[in-house]
């Protein structure tokens, strides 16, 4: 049995451990899946762009016909304090540590029936850890990936707990010995396994539409603001694979990949085999986003 560490975590109300926090068996999460989630990156103790997070819970809760449990200021109250006890036991401050706040909302404990009920109380989980980021060695040389046909549901726009899809498609890059699978569908790119994927052709940053078929990570709307700040310019439509395939440069995106540079498809060069001009200015126009974030 694996034991858990005594770490922060807040649990419907109350905060606790890990090792205390406990469902029903009975909970539509635990039995069906039947839930959203946020994950919100903290730099020195500040958390990065929670608005847009926020905005996308609601929109996910919507989809999921659930009300909002808390309002967006008690969401962050719960995030500072779990980020305050979590630095606190390394022996640090807040502002010492980057950390992940992850957040959880399933329809709540009820017996198994696929209808929705409507007159259950929802549970609310949250808790943080610290962030590991990419290191520099794969900012430097970029990474791998391999392609896979995208075998998941079609409401992929939707945060949803139910992951086996995204856990089937992590697990092909794995045992390929590669940090992500990049999907496609119908011949058309959609996203990575735990990833958003952008094409750079001609020094224009491509990327999938915002649609059913993908999850808009909340780097959709910061890289369109670095290409616009930067005057590089940006697109979103169907991207065939032929076109990623002769990408000038491939690049990931998400909370803890920030912007992560794919050197190697499939075992072919990605471009030049080596990270690119257009990575190297959204990297630092993300890095800029950062040392913002962390401003009083």
Known sequence: MTTLPSLPCYL??????????KISVMDRGFIFGDGVYEVVPAYGGRLFRFAQHMARLDRNLAEFRVANPLTHT???????QLMTAFAASKGVGADALDQLIYIQITRGVALRDHVMPTDITPTVFVMTNAMTLPTEAQRSQGVAC???DDFRWEKAHIKSTSLLGAVFARQIGYDAGALETVMFRDGFLSEAAASNVWVVKDGKVLGAPKDNLVLEGIRYGLIEEICHARGIPFELRRLSRDEVKHADELLLSSATKEVLPVTLLDG????????????????????EAKAQSRQP
């Not at 008690?74 to 500072?80: E, F, M, N, P, T």
């Not at 072919?268 to 890095?287: C, K, M």
């Open 268 to 287: 072919q060069a990605v471009g030049t085999g080596q990270p690119g001009p257009v990575y190297a200015q959204l990297y630092a126009g993300y890095a």
């Open 146 to 148: 391999v392609t896979a």
């Open 74 to 80: 008690q969401w962050a109250d719960v995030a500072k």
């Open 12 to 21: 419907n109300g109350e905060f606790t451990t890990l090792p205390n926090a």
